[in-house]
């Protein structure tokens, strides 16, 4: 496959970043799309060029590492796939594929397609624990739990914080990712101690950060690589106005 890349690219913070288009040619389909852009970096270094900055780690869709904009789209258009685990089979050899990071004012570009996030580990410090002494592990049947809180609350906890929820939404809000912190905690007996305070201190974080309020487009739950369902952040709505309540 021959294919046309329109990559942004910015030195630093403080840089006004530039879109700049590269030819990449003979790309097999069997690559992933992060493959895609190392053999374009091998080819940049060669040349004396400053190669692409990207995120990555696992490159197995389970850290939440990668993360761009794919033609509009965060992660591409191929629904549930990370962008490690997108496959340049799903292109048309000649296709132009424009590439960005992601783009939310809590996000702050770093270098090129690389972004911030720090963001997010300030909004799960701020309560996305269970803080209650508990001793050492107990026994897994000894506290009961209800099949469909178990399964929500597993659902819930797929969530990886890689952002395209924040990146996806028109409002920049981090409401999906919070709420699927928050949820996979409050459905659990070990969570129900400090369940509307947890509501309350993550959500306020979330706030202070800089994200936008939720409208319910759902934009975010589209294009959620673990499909974390919109009805995570009605859970959270309802935990936060208990905690205003008391």
Known sequence: MNLTLRVWRQSGPSDDGRMVTYQVEDVSPDMSFLEMLDVLNERLILEGDDPIAFDHD???????????????????????????QLHMRHFEDGATITIEPWRAAPFPVVKDLVVDRSAFDRIIQAGGFVSVPAGSAPDAHSIPVRKEDADDAFDAATCIGCGACVAACPNGSASLFTAAKITHLSLLPQGQPERVSRAKAMVDQMDAEGFGGCTNTGECTAV?????????????????????GK
């Open 224 to 244: 959620c690589p673990k499909g974390i369902p919109l009805d995570t952040i009605a859970q959270m709505n309802s935990d936060y106005l208990k905690a205003n």
């Open 58 to 84: 696992c490159r197995e869709g389970i850290c939440g590492m990668c993360g761009m904009v794919i033609n509009g789209v965060a992660h591409g258009e191929q629904r549930a796939t990370t962008t490690c």
